[in-house]
């Protein structure tokens, strides 16, 4: 089974952490849950984001996430993939040379991805999507075509892979990009 590092921060969207880091553990794989400047057994807190027909989505408060690994410590060439949440964590952890430098690793070898909603802006800090088509929230769609991807307009369920990477626009897309996340796995 595959050893997956997930970066995540506060105010990282609840179902986008929780979900992931449950169901890759639930099928066997392990998952290294980690943020900058924390320790394994400190906590991010959650966000949950919904959409009820504003503007925008909403922004509730969501759980306490439990990490449990060590940020310093995490040495992404003993990881297998990698899992970038959404939420508001990325656009804090794409000025943290580290976050940015790990997340190139992934892209370097050639090893999954699965990013969701505002993970994309931690890719696209990254230097990673140059060529690549990239769904996420489409408030993030400039972001994505500005680093030289290609925005998937793509229905809130839905989930697209390109190469090594998975991406999706938001938490409805668990089944679609999990699956295939899974699948590339």
């Given amino acids: 089974m595959a050893r997956i590092l997930m970066i995540t921060g506060d105010f990282t969207e609840d179902y986008e952490t929780m979900v992931p880091f449950q169901t890759l553990l639930a099928c066997g794989h392990s998952v290294d849950a980690v943020c900058p400047g924390k320790k394994a057994g400190d906590t991010v807190k ?16 969501g759980h306490n996430f439990a990490l449990n690994a060590d940020f310093a410590t995490a040495d992404p060439a003993g990881y297998d993939a990698l899992v970038v949440p959404g939420g508001r964590a990325p656009e804090y952890l794409r000025m943290n040379p580290d976050v940015l430098a790990k997340v190139r690793h992934f892209f370097d070898e050639g090893k999954p991805v ?6 994309a802006q931690l890719l696209a800090a990254a230097g990673v999507l140059k060529g690549r088509t990239c769904s996420a929230y489409p408030a993030c769609a400039y972001e994505v075509t500005a680093s030289g991807g290609t925005f998937a307009d793509i229905a809130v369920t839905d989930a697209v892979t390109d190469g090594n990477l998975v991406t999706a626009p938001a938490w ?4 679609a990009w999990l699956r295939q996340f899974l699948a590339i796995l």
């Fill in 46 to 61: 959650t966000a949950i984001h919904d959409f009820e027909g504003d503007q925008t989505y909403s922004e509730k408060p």
């Fill in 114 to 119: 699965a990013a969701i909603c505002h993970g």
């Fill in 172 to 175: 409805p897309a668990h089944p």
